[in-house]
């Protein structure tokens, strides 16, 4: 299955793949959403948002991002150690 979303590589998958129904079966073969990258980001600019008194939304969301990409970097680190 080939994703249509142009930010999603095989670095950067759906952050949410699939929707399983009671039988533990795929209910749907492709959704698209946000990236696993766009996730990290998201959760990471709630934090920064949270501990900074004035924040500059923009380098906020610009370190968000270069917070998610770290963690994307880590986690292929990781597959492939476990792999």
Same mark, same amino acid.
């Given at each position: ?29 492709? /959704? ?6 766009? %996730?990290?980001? @998201?959760? =990471? #600019? ?10 500059? /939304? ?6 968000? %991002?270069?917070? @998610?990409? =770290? #963690? ?12």
């Amino acid at each position: 299955m080939t994703p249509t979303n142009t930010n999603q590589k095989p670095e950067n998958p759906a952050a949410f793949p699939g929707i399983w129904d009671a039988s533990h079966r795929p209910a749907f073969e492709h /959704i698209e959403g946000m990236t696993l990258r766009d %996730y990290f980001a @998201a959760k =990471a #600019m709630q934090a920064l948002i949270e501990s900074i008194r004035n924040p500059d /939304i923009r380098q906020v969301a610009k370190d968000a %991002y270069i917070t @998610a990409d =770290a #963690m994307l970097t880590e986690r292929m680190k990781g597959e492939s150690q476990n792999g």
